[in-house]
């Protein structure tokens, strides 16, 4: 049986490579896709089921691209306002 801890720090690897090998992160989410309710983290109450934990992830990416998107304008708003 593969943790939803498993298969994140697979994925994980997978960006820290060469680049995203786009199939495996596809098969990633289309296992969440068909086992949503699967439990994977039985150490929070309630237990934390596979489809959660994907949205908890996708939302962690965004969350960390919103911010590099910020850092990366910081430059440009200082030298506009400078």
């Known amino acids: ?4 801890s498993a298969l994140i720090s697979d994925a994980i690897e997978r960006v ?3 680049g995203v090998r786009g199939d495996g992160v596809r098969g990633d989410v289309r296992a969440a896709a068909r086992f ?3 439990i ?12 959660v934990r ?3 992830v996708i939302n962690d990416g965004a969350q960390h691209v919103g911010q590099a998107a910020f850092i990366q304008g910081v430059p440009a708003r200082r030298s506009a306002h400078g």
Not at 1 to 4: D, G, I, P
Not at 40 to 51: I, K, N, R, S, T
């Open 40 to 51: 994977v983290d039985e150490g929070w109450d309630p237990p934390v089921a596979l489809g």
């Open 1 to 4: 049986m593969t943790t939803t």
């Open 36 to 38: 949503p309710d699967r």
């Open 16 to 18: 820290r490579g060469d």
């Open 54 to 56: 994907l949205v908890s």
